[in-house]
């Protein structure tokens, strides 16, 4: 289920693109199931706001706050989420990179236009929410995504996948891991770890720290380290 929110104050705007989002739903299949809130001022959105969406349709009219305004504030809040804005202010939705919007549509929408933007919205959503990795162990098969691993930990013939939700064991060697995880954005700090560099918030020296742990980086490790987690900035992450 993908949740998305829809900001716009115009009740017939708002209808209109739920009807599109229903007819993408229909069509494209499995896989695109949309929750859709709709919200009809900035105000109100801002309030509930729990980072719980992927995609945002802001319009940039709107009664209390415009929708620039309103994006402001909603990249302090969520530095991720998807924005697209939906007017008929087109010169205004150009400035979406003072907030890092996605894309803009303009009214009246037209569904080819809609359907392509949204496809290339929900492929950019993928992407940063990773993929899912199966392990097993005595206790069953456990599904995680690569986005939730902070990093794998082996010892001896024992993987431990530390993850924000908790610790999952398995037996395999880190070589499984990274064959797993292959395209995700993992580094080895050293022979025994092999680190999610999206939870890197800190390295000192031969200390990497991943959400306040410290772990050890080898000398033989830290300048493919260091190279790793510099493309990994550069491309944005």
Not at 47 to 76: H, Q, T
Request: hydrophobic share 45%; aromatic share 10%; net charge neutral.
């Amino acid at each position: 289920m993908r949740n998305i929110a829809i900001v716009e104050d115009d009740e017939e705007a708002a209808e209109a693109l739920a009807t599109l989002l229903r007819r993408y739903e229909k069509e494209r299949g499995r896989g695109n199931s949309f929750n859709l809130v709709r919200y009809r001022d900035a105000e109100t959105f801002l309030s509930a706001y729990d980072s719980g969406f992927e995609i945002v349709l802001m319009d940039i009219e709107l009664p209390d706050m415009n929708g620039m305004e309103a994006s402001r504030r909603l990249r302090e809040r969520d530095a991720d989420v998807i924005i697209i804005f939906v007017t008929n202010m087109a010169q205004y939705a150009i400035k979406g990179y003072e907030v890092r919007a996605f894309d803009f549509i303009v009214k009246p929408v037209v569904y080819a236009d809609f359907a392509l933007k949204l496809t290339g919205a929900l492929e950019c959503a993928d992407k940063r929410r990773g993929k899912t990795v199966w392990i097993s162990n005595k206790e069953g098969r456990t599904a995680l995504r690569t986005t939730d691993i902070k990093y794998v930990e082996v010892v001896q013939h024992m993987l431990i996948w530390h993850t924000v939700s908790g610790d999952f064991r398995a037996s395999g060697q880190l070589s499984d891991a990274e064959a797993m995880l292959r395209g995700e954005p993992f580094a080895y700090c050293n022979r025994c770890y092999y680190v999610n560099l999206r939870f890197v918030t800190a390295v000192r020296g031969y200390d990497v720290f991943v959400c306040g742990e410290r772990l050890a980086i080898s000398r033989m490790k830290r300048a493919a380290f260091a190279d790793a987690l510099n493309a990994f900035l550069a491309g944005g992450g």
